[in-house]
């Protein structure tokens, strides 16, 4: 478990953006689970990656045309019940964060790993999403 401390401002840093926080397994049920309409998932992270391109990559595509009816997001090493819930809608990907999940109808339909997102600009991130926001939303 990361200290609060350092982790209330990274989790605030996509509240504060209109994503909703997940905490609990039930949360994350609700939130996907045969949900209708598109959902953007961040599994958020202390990692230098996910400060520098995860969580404003995902702030800036929700400023596309297109974007998704809700916007939730889980910590991985904070919130561990939700993030094991949230990992079991993200099968049969490995474990990731940070990494951010594109949902249609309850169903993934877009998946950005860590690999994806490390060492790669916020811009870069955001106008991958972009394009997913644009094909299902």
Same mark, same amino acid.
């Given at each position: 478990?990361?200290?609060?401390?350092?982790?209330?401002?990274?989790?605030?840093?996509?509240?504060?953006?209109?994503?909703?926080?997940?905490?609990?397994?039930?949360?994350?049920?609700?939130?996907?689970?045969? =949900?209708?309409?598109?959902?953007?998932? $961040?599994?958020?992270? !202390?990692?230098?990656? *996910?400060? +520098?391109? &995860? @969580?404003?990559?995902?702030?800036?595509?929700?400023?596309?045309?297109? =974007?998704?009816?809700?916007?939730?997001? $889980?910590?991985?090493? !904070?919130?561990?019940? *939700?993030? +094991?819930? &949230? @990992?079991?809608?993200?099968?049969?990907?490995?474990?990731?964060?940070?990494?951010?999940?594109?949902?249609?109808?309850?169903?993934?339909?877009?998946?950005?790993?860590?690999?994806?997102?490390?060492?790669?600009?916020?811009?870069?991130?955001?106008?991958?999403?972009?394009?997913?926001?644009?094909?299902?939303?």
């Amino acid at each position: 478990m990361y200290p609060v401390e350092l982790t209330t401002p990274m989790a605030q840093d996509l509240t504060n953006s209109g994503f909703t926080s997940l905490t609990s397994a039930e949360d994350v049920t609700s939130a996907l689970d045969g =949900k209708e309409g598109t959902t953007l998932l $961040v599994v958020n992270s !202390v990692c230098g990656c *996910a400060a +520098a391109n &995860a @969580r404003p990559g995902a702030k800036m595509a929700l400023g596309n045309e297109k =974007k998704p009816t809700n916007a939730v997001t $889980v910590f991985a090493g !904070v919130d561990h019940e *939700a993030t +094991a819930k &949230a @990992r079991e809608f993200l099968l049969p990907y490995p474990p990731s964060s940070p990494a951010i999940a594109l949902f249609k109808d309850g169903q993934l339909v877009h998946f950005l790993e860590r690999h994806h997102i490390e060492g790669r600009s916020a811009e870069i991130i955001a106008q991958n999403l972009a394009m997913a926001f644009d094909r299902y939303c």
